[in-house]
């Protein structure tokens, strides 16, 4: 292997070739970060460098499927031993801590190399990554351009070839927004298919799932069947896995019956580009042999942000005020972002009573999402409701939420459904807007069921690939 061929590769081509003796885990671990010093300036993804301990790993990395493969995680929930996490904000404590968390010790199990941590907006509150704390992270695509929110480093880091795979999670779509807005591969899980130990059971009253992005579908499916699997003193479990992921991807998905969306639950109809991509994602399947239906779910239109967003600031809250007590003193005015303490004290004001009836809104909006997909086997829609924005559009010294928002009142219009249901959902990038920037569709699947979207996920990779295709920052 020739090292300027590094980003030809996806994760398990890497770790091949590591095995067998092409290539050493060392030698990769370099020209990662010769890539990363070479561009990161333009891009800001990466705000954490871990250089010196990931040489040491890559002297002898675990020999698990990813051995030897460049690695990063991500700067909320990404804890490692001898690193801080900050959630993107200067009232989190830059103190190490001294364990690595679950997730962070199946990702280092599986075998890669981790080189730093990626940058996210403050205590991953946007569907951008732009903060006070480490500044905007830039798309590889156009530079002016959001990567999307909250892995949004993550997903610049990926798409720009720094590495194959990297560590997200998603909240209300902080993996699949960035896997649209950079052109990746992005898997949110079924709830509490990955553990969040030892520290939590759940995060958001559930609507919190951990895994990574990728460019191609099998890495995504091969770290999670590494990193899947409750671990003692979880609150509940998802359903059992019948096979390996990646033997899911191997395996034809057969005929299915499949929604797909052209408008959001207003009936509003997506950016033109979005629309177009998601007519040309349904035409493929029919071409492929599916059962195609324009559907939308029984949900009404004010529904999922009516829950979500009173949930979430009441999570923020919560975050804010266990930072708090750890730091024997509340935030002062300088160290939190203007939309921050605007949520923060919405999240103040919600009761008890008032969370609790929250999450019965979610739980029966899930019944009735379970019941449409009962007719379905996956719904597809973009992403999106149109291309990636540029950053700067939402003001993060905006103290009032609904103003600081109102930009993006509809740019997401499904994403934060799955982290509502539980359901497993993945962003493809399947198409491309007139000026050449990435749109990625989101195909929602049943509760448990990974699978059939790894199935269906590897076909359309194979009809319609995206190997080639790369941003103006690359290499």
């Not at 930072?323 to 003193?329: I, L, M, P, S, W």
């Amino acid at each position: 292997m020739s090292l300027s061929d590094y980003a030809a590769y996806d994760g398990l081509g890497l770790a091949a070739l590591v095995k067998k003796k092409e290539v050493s885990a060392a030698e990769l671990a370099e020209e990662a970060i010769k890539r990363i010093e070479a561009n990161n300036p333009k891009l800001n993804a990466v705000v954490l460098k871990l250089y010196d301990s990931a040489r040491a790993t890559a002297k002898s990395p675990a020999s698990g499927p990813f051995e030897g493969v460049p690695f990063l995680l991500k700067d909320a929930f990404g804890d490692m031993a001898g690193t801080a996490t900050r959630d993107g904000s200067r009232f989190r404590s830059n103190i190490p801590v001294d364990y690595d968390s679950t997730l962070t010790a199946r990702f280092k199990a599986a075998g890669v190399v981790i080189l730093g941590k990626t940058n996210v907006p403050e205590y991953t509150l946007l569907p951008t990554t732009e903060s006070v704390l480490y500044g905007a992270a830039c798309n590889p695509w156009n530079t002016a351009h959001s990567t999307g929110g909250s892995s949004g480093g993550a997903a610049s880091a990926v798409a720009a070839g720094f590495v194959p795979l990297a560590h997200a999670n998603d909240s209300g779509g902080s993996i699949r927004i960035p896997a649209s807005a950079c052109g990746l591969v992005g898997l949110k899980p079924t709830r509490a298919r990955n553990p969040l130990g030892p520290d939590y059971g759940d995060v958001v009253a559930g609507l919190c799932s951990e895994h990574v992005l990728t460019r191609s579908v099998r890495d995504s499916a091969a770290m999670l069947d590494c990193t899947q699997g409750a671990e003692p003193g979880d609150p509940y479990y998802a359903p059992p896995v019948e096979r390996p992921y990646l033997d899911e991807v191997k395996r034809a998905p057969g005929k299915l019956r499949i929604a797909f969306s052209t408008t959001d639950l207003a009936g509003k109809k997506f950016h033109p580009d979005c629309v177009a991509g998601i007519e040309q994602t349904a035409k493929l399947l029919a071409d492929l042999g599916h059962e195609v239906v324009e559907a939308l779910p029984e949900i009404a239109p004010e529904e999922p942000a009516g829950i979500f967003l009173p949930t979430w600031a009441a999570y923020l809250a919560w975050d804010i005020e266990a930072e708090a007590a750890r730091r024997g003193r509340p935030p002062k005015d300088e160290e939190l972002g203007g939309l921050t303490w605007g949520f923060y004290e919405i999240g103040k004001s919600v009761t008890a009573a008032q969370f609790l009836t929250l999450r019965q809104q979610a739980q029966a909006m899930a019944r009735r999402a379970a019941k449409f997909m009962q007719t379905y086997d996956v719904w597809v829609a973009p992403t999106l409701a149109q291309p990636p924005v540029k950053n700067g559009v939402i003001d993060i010294n905006e103290r009032d939420p609904m103003v600081g928002f109102l930009p993006l009142a509809d740019y997401v219009p499904f994403t934060p459904i799955q982290n509502l249901t539980g359901q497993p959902a993945m962003s493809l990038p399947l198409h491309w807007s007139a000026d050449g920037l990435p749109i990625g569709m989101m195909f929602a699947g049943r509760f448990g069921d990974e699978a059939t979207l790894f199935r269906l996920a590897a076909q359309l990779e194979e009809a319609r690939p995206w190997k080639d295709k790369h941003p103006k920052v690359w290499n």
